[in-house]
């Protein structure tokens, strides 16, 4: 029989609810994908073979495991197949991680999400039907790239070739609403929010009028977003 340690802040609750996701993989990008989930109030069960690091998130998530999730039996008794959402983020064993999206998928889990450290582990998990696929090292250096090459202080890249830049507000906006600015003619880009100071994001709209100090979120394509960027 398949054993495994369950820690739960509440067994008395469904884990596998609506607004619920199973991450299995607990290391540091996996652990802090549970966390930020449980920060928006979703439910999260994690799963780990690793002891120590179930012991360190017990009362941190909803429920945390350790399992093997190569084995379709301990991902039975754990219920998966209730689970609408289920997150692979092994990392450091790329057999477990094909493993375990192979065994989600003969389960007919309805949508995976699944870590790959490398092109070749990625081309396997999508070869397999993974329905997303992610590349947290290699979005993480390609965001850094760009913002070490210019003066965003963000940057979102939210489709291949269209990004989300917040950069200082360049003073050739300022004082002055933007609907009288043409920016989107003359640059290409929109304004989406702004800030002052310290103060709440707010949405812009034509009426917004920007002054020193204040930041912005510029939406466009990237090219256009991150030459707005640089202006003064």
């Known amino acids: 029989m398949a054993k495994f340690s369950i820690f739960s802040t509440d067994t008395s609750r469904r884990i ?3 607004d619920s996701v199973a991450v299995i993989g607990l290391g540091r990008f996996g652990s802090a994908l549970a966390l930020e989930l449980m920060q928006a109030g979703t ?13 360190s998130l017990n009362g941190e998530l909803t429920q945390v495991v350790r399992a093997d999730s190569t084995r379709v039996e301990v991902l039975n008794q754990l219920a998966i197949d209730e689970f609408d959402r289920v997150v692979v983020a092994i990392g450091g064993d790329i057999s477990a991680s094909i493993l375990t999206c192979s065994v989600l998928l003969s389960m007919r889990i309805p949508v995976i999400w699944a870590k790959a450290v490398d092109d070749r582990h990625g081309q396997i998990l ?6 997303h696929v992610i ?18 202080l963000d940057y979102i890249e939210v489709a291949p070739g269209y990004a989300l830049v917040k950069a200082p507000a360049p003073t050739q906006i300022q004082g002055v609403a933007l609907g009288e600015t043409s920016i989107r003619k003359s640059h290409g880009v929109t304004i989406a ?17 920007l002054g020193p100090g204040d930041t912005v979120l510029i939406v466009g394509r990237t090219k256009d977003a991150e030459a707005f960027a640089q202006l003064r």
């Open 126 to 131: 999508e070869q397999l039907g993974v329905h």
């Open 193 to 209: 929010a702004f800030q002052h100071g310290d103060d709440a994001w707010t949405n812009a709209d034509n009426a917004t009028v």
């Open 16 to 18: 596998a609810e609506a």
């Open 43 to 55: 439910e999260v069960l994690g799963i780990d073979l690793d002891e120590e690091l179930v012991q």
């Open 135 to 152: 590349y947290p090292e290699k979005d993480m250096g390609r965001r850094v790239a760009h913002l070490v090459r210019g003066a965003a």
